[in-house]
């Protein structure tokens, strides 16, 4: 039997400006990376999404990104060693005075958008994120880009970990994402969505955006919730698993 959590980036509204469909994409999702505040995100969204999780069942995790609203987090900072842990650990502690405050737990770490892909291969900024994560609770897990030095260095320390794997983003060569800014990087057609979701699951095989066959584990698929098509996506990705005898359950 194959088995995957379902994931997608969640909480990314910011005061009168909303972002993804989060009321009808959690009813389809099992876990949610709530953002917290850095990226996207404030004290009201995510209670409203903690909230909603709650409700639903649905386990949350931190999505804590660089402190970029202006740029959606998706653009590099030079920051200091210090600096990535201490805005990690802030961001973590701040979702989880909301989880706490509705009666649950905190489940995992999910670093967003350019503070992730940097961990694919930048060690400093991957043990910054792990010691941030260790100090303040040693059972959260840690979701990394499928490949990531982040993983390598969480199971290291001995933190729990996630590999994780993306229905709507393209796939460089070394199994880096395809930048945003590169034609091709989104996945937009959702027939081919779902066969690269379920290849990806049943054979561990994923096609690079040059053609390249890659080996690739998913134990949580994200869908990005900012996505035209994300509420598509999780609902035929629902559909289409039962089809492949595929579970989709929490880690």
Known sequence: MYSVDLNSDMGESFGAYKLGEDEEI?????????????????PMVMDRVV??????GTAVGAHPGYPDLMGFGRRKMALSFQEVKNYVKYQIGALSAFTRSCGIELKHVAPHGAMGNQCQYD??????????????????????CAGAVLGKIAESKGL?????????????DDLALVP????????????LAIRRCVRMIKEGKVTS???KELDIRGDTLCVHGDGPKALTFVRRIREAFADEGIEIKQL
Do not use: P, Q
């Open 160 to 172: 729990r970990t996630a590999s994780e794997i993306f229905a709507d983003r393209a796939y460089m």
């Open 180 to 191: 945003r800014k590169m034609e091709g990087s989104m996945i937009t057609d959702e027939d």
């Open 123 to 144: 060690e400093e900024i991957s043990t910054a994120i792990v010691e941030a994560v260790a100090e303040f609770d040693k059972d959260l897990i840690i979701y990394y």
């Open 26 to 42: 959690i009813r389809y999702v099992t876990t949610a990376n709530v953002a917290c505040g850095w990226h996207a995100g404030d």
């Open 51 to 56: 909230r909603m999780a709650k409700e639903r």
């Open 209 to 211: 955006a040059s053609g």
